[in-house]
């Protein structure tokens, strides 16, 4: 079946410790997007990808950077995590172009935590 | 992009119509009206989307009326697996490449045996 991957699903890194997360798509979608959702709150959108263009949002901190190599994967990058990124990060993929808006396809998540 | 409000919770019964309204009074021409539904520890899953009227599938029915100013998602008969947060969202339309979506709080329904 179709789907969005995302490994690990829980992943623990240190205070300061750069970590990558992942994100597969075999449904060949031209836009992946990257939430972060925190404990009994809803999914912040904090950046997206049409194609090879990068999206970010204005509130999103530099401390969050992303990657699409090809357009199966895309990666999630904190580069020195702090407690407050303690989350749930989910990636999700849908069509793109003119004539949407197109249903999102999420990922199960991967679960950070800092210690 | 156009603000939502909803309730943050309702409860409900096995076999009951459960109807969660949403208000989003500064839509755009060019907004559509999209619900997605979330359990816990798993990534929010589309239920249905309209732009105006009625639309209807399999698993829900969404009402929205000519202002387009609230809409009404309809869950017929609730199971005790329907228990989720359903998120309202107005995401742009056909003018635009993404049909970004921001989230508000979400209505947590709870359905009892």
């Known amino acids: 079946d179709a789907m969005v991957i995302q490994n690990p699903r829980y992943q623990v890194t240190q205070f300061g410790k750069p970590v990558t997360l992942s994100c597969s798509q075999t449904l060949n979608h031209n836009v992946m997007y990257w939430y972060q959702q925190k404990s009994s709150q809803a999914p912040k959108l904090l950046f997206h990808y049409y194609d090879k263009d990068f999206n970010n949002e204005a509130d999103t901190p530099d401390n969050f950077q992303s990657r699409r190599p090809n357009t199966s994967f895309c990666f999630l990058d904190i580069r020195s995590p702090g407690l407050g990124d303690a989350a749930m990060y989910l990636c999700?993929?849908?069509?793109?172009?003119?004539?949407?808006?197109?249903?999102?396809?999420f990922g199960p998540g991967t679960r950070l935590t800092v210690t | 992009l156009a603000k939502t409000t909803q309730p943050i919770s309702m409860d409900s019964y096995e076999g009951q119509e459960v109807n969660i309204t949403c208000s989003h009074n500064n839509i755009a021409t060019n907004d559509y009206i999209t619900w997605y539904q979330q359990f816990p520890s798993q990534g929010p899953r589309f239920i249905i989307q309209?732009?105006?009227t009625k639309v209807t599938n399999e698993v829900a029915s969404l009402f929205i009326p000519a202002d387009r100013k609230s809409s009404t998602l309809s869950l017929p008969r609730v199971s005790l697996s329907d228990t989720a947060v359903y998120y309202c969202?107005?995401?742009?339309?056909?003018?635009?490449?993404?049909?970004?979506?921001?989230f508000g709080q979400g209505t947590t329904l709870q359905v009892k045996p």
């Open positions: 309209g732009y105006k």
């Open positions: 999700a993929t849908s069509r793109g172009g003119g004539g949407g808006p197109y249903e999102q396809y």
């Open positions: 969202l107005v995401p742009p339309g056909r003018s635009s490449n993404t049909g970004k979506l921001i």
